[in-house]
């Protein structure tokens, strides 16, 4: 794959580690090989996957010469974070519409991301209501900024467009280059599947440097059928934007919905129990709305015998841990 005609900012400082996961293997009866790559420790204030779609979609506004960021999230948003954390780095205003997924969770004065928020200066921050158009929203600021004479540049939700997911094709080369290094073979990697950007580049990332592991995603909001959907199409487009010929077949697409729960950030006894498991065997720290609900799929998947006897799997762990510090009383409840 060739990443070079594309603008791209240099947020990362070399590949995250991988690492196994020795005590959670036993834990969870030691006939599975658990490894982690640890994209929660990638740079950026509190790490996260968003990085690395951010350094692709970022280089992109300054290199069309725009000088205000709008993007948007849910109110406890990791990528809106991000964004603020890498437009303050770059000199940009950085502009947030956040959607109140679940009425009346949006709280001003919340901790977790929405305390880094202000943190990161942002400009300004708009809440609108739960299933609203964001892409309208978006389009609304971004007209008002260029009416009071800036240059707006709207990053998708999750940065989940062509341009962002090529930065999890970059990682599927990195941890395929990681392994061949490494001489570890992996039978299974598990991915979170949300906006779908990671998915997607993870699969067509895979399919560039014919890596042969196969890939599932672990839903957090959405149902098998429409998430697999949204991955396939983002990662057909994706496949053109990089030149990965052939495509992902559609049945490269797996997504488990099980461990969604009643919705979207809504805690789950499976995503406290996972969290805390990490925590007390390996010292991880997962969070409460994509990587623990992502963990609870493995573990279950584990547990359940899905992946065959002496199987080697590694979960991507794509950050979002200072959004525990909003669940506080969940963890202490659960
Ligand atoms: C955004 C996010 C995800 C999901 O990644 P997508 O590319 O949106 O599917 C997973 N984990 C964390 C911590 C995130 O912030």
Redesign the pocket.
Known sequence: MNFTKFPRRNYLQGPTPIESMPSLSSALGGGVKLYIKRDDLLPGSGG???TR?LEFCIADAIDQGKNAIITCGAVQ???CRLTAAWSAKEGLDCHLILEERVAGSYKADASGNNFLFELLDVKSIDVVSGGSDMVAAMGKKAAELAAAGKKPYIVPG?A?NAIGAMG?AVCAEETMGQLNEMRLGIDHIIV????????AGMVVGMAGVSGGIPISGVN?SRSKDVQEEIVYNLAVELAATIGVKGGPAREDIVCFDQYVGPGYSLPTDSMVEAVKLFARTEAVLL?P???GK?AAGLIDLVRKGHFADGSQVLFLH???SPALYAYMDTFRQG
């Open positions: 996260g996957n968003k779609k948003s990791n990528h999750g989940s999890y979170p599947s949300g906006s779908a950007g990671t998915h957090v969070d709305v994509y990587s992502a794509t950050g979002g």
